[in-house]
């Protein structure tokens, strides 16, 4: 009988442990960083070539994701959702005169701390010059909310929101010449999203949480970047970068032609002729 | 100090987008790259308001106003994806109105106007921009000139087909 009783108590407080357990505060975090991937040995850090990069127009780009960590705990971006997401920043690029082709390349093609060697394999399998690396840090927070001790009801599990999600995405482009592996432009882009769900569905509104968070990060990205391309044309354009140049397809320096900035303009000799004109006329209008 | 804006961030130059912020079709003639370049414009632009009679000086100011966003548009499909700015294609519709509507009164100055503009264009179809100071870090868009040239005597004729005071 007691034995019986034991066990009956047992069960209970293991089950209430287990729902519990449910109610307990949360962290899921994907991250892959750039610098992990290029510089995966600190001490080994290559420098860029001395010479500096001379970008010739139209640019072939490739762009792809950052992989994993190799060993790492945190699960990769999924392979299906990658592809997606480089369309909106293929987007971004698609209706630049200065971009000749662009190449999405899976991340599965890189490998994990690889470095620029491996990112120099990459770019001659797909035959780009300049390569955009994605990283992604997303941390996913799930917190009970007060009424989630209704969960011991069993039934509340299925049908009480009680857990509170809030998912912070911050995507980063950096762009890089391959091959002299000097770093160009980076842009950022990051994305909130907030939410709840039942316990019994939490993976499932995370997983949709972390693509929705995904595409908005990406898309303000895409802003962003544009900023940062006509920023760096200006940069190139006046001399601050010394250590990037572009040439256009009729093989004039940005440098020296000021990008494609025109202007309309009347010379010191023809300014002149119009006003000694000028001064004629309202001479002769004098008399 | 502080380096120059992107030509993006300015909002005034003429760039692609024109079509989204229609004021840069007006703006874009009034910004220029430096003292200089706004200076000779200037100067060029006050050339034909000086030769032209008192009364013809609003219309011609109506003209510029016409002519800016017209000139504007026609550019957009040469500078691409690229920005524009200066006053040298209006000032080069002023010439040219200026010019034909004082050549119905055979004034002297209509001839030196059209001369020297003729002069202008005849050179930048041969020779390419003419040198000026501070020119560096831009390039200059002949085409500008040209097409300045047609709107101003487009509202030239309109102007020495309405009349004005002859002098």
């Not at chain 1, 860029?48 to 945190?74: E, H, K, Y």
Request: proline share 8%; charged share 20%.
């Amino acid at each position: 009988m007691h034995l019986a009783r034991f066990k009956f108590l047992a069960c209970a407080a293991l089950a209430a442990f287990t729902i519990l357990g449910c109610t307990h505060p949360r962290t899921t975090t994907h991250r892959t960083g750039v610098m992990d991937y290029l510089y995966p040995k600190r001490e080994a850090a290559p420098l860029p070539m001395p010479g500096g990069a001379r970008l010739q127009l139209p640019l072939r780009l490739g762009i792809a994701f950052v992989p994993s960590p190799r060993n790492s705990w945190q699960p990769g971006l999924p392979a299906s959702s990658e592809r997606p997401l480089l369309e909106i920043v293929r987007g971004a690029f698609k209706d630049k005169s200065w971009v000749g082709e662009i190449k999405l390349i899976p991340s599965t093609y890189l490998t994990p701390g690889g470095g620029f060697d491996n990112l120099q394999q990459a770019a001659r399998m797909y035959g780009v010059d300049v390569m955009a690396l994605v990283s992604v840090d997303q941390i996913q927070y799930t917190d009970p909310k007060w009424y989630s001790f209704a969960y011991l009801t069993i039934v509340g599990m299925y049908t009480l929101p009680g857990e509170k999600n809030d998912t912070r995405t911050l995507i980063d482009v950096a762009v890089f010449d391959v091959p002299t592996r000097t770093f160009l432009l980076r842009a950022p882009g990051q994305s909130n999203v907030k939410g709840s769900s039942t316990p019994i569905h939490a993976q499932e509104q995370l997983r949709i949480d972390s693509g929705k968070g995904l595409d908005l990060a990406m898309r303000e990205l895409t802003v962003n970047l544009a900023k940062e391309v006509e920023a760096f044309k200006a940069e190139i354009a006046s001399g601050a970068r010394k250590d990037v140049d572009v040439v256009d397809r009729q093989g004039q320096s940005l440098r020296a032609t000021g990008g494609r900035s025109f202007g309309g303009a009347f010379g010191i000799a023809e300014a002149a002729a119009g006003l000694a004109l000028a001064a004629l006329a309202l001479r002769r209008r004098r008399r | 100090m502080n380096p120059p804006p992107p030509e993006a961030v300015n909002p005034f130059v003429l760039e692609a987008g024109a079509w989204a912020q229609p004021w840069r079709l007006w703006t874009c003639h009034l910004v220029h790259f430096g003292p200089w370049h706004a200076l000779l414009n200037l100067a060029a632009l006050a050339a034909p308001f000086a030769v032209l009679p008192r009364a013809l000086r609003p219309r011609l100011v109506l003209g510029l106003a016409l002519a800016a966003p017209l000139l504007s548009l026609a550019l957009l499909p040469l500078i691409g994806d690229g920005t524009y700015r200066g006053a040298s294609g209006l000032a080069c519709t002023a010439w040219a109105a200026a010019g034909l509507a004082l050549l119905r009164d055979r004034r002297p100055e209509a001839l030196a106007l059209l001369g020297l503009l003729g002069a202008k264009l005849a050179w930048e179809a041969f020779r390419g921009a003419p040198w000026m100071p501070g020119g560096e870090g831009w390039t200059a868009l002949p085409a500008a000139h040209g097409i300045g040239a047609l709107a101003g005597l487009g509202w030239g004729l309109v102007l020495a087909a309405r009349g004005g005071p002859r002098r």
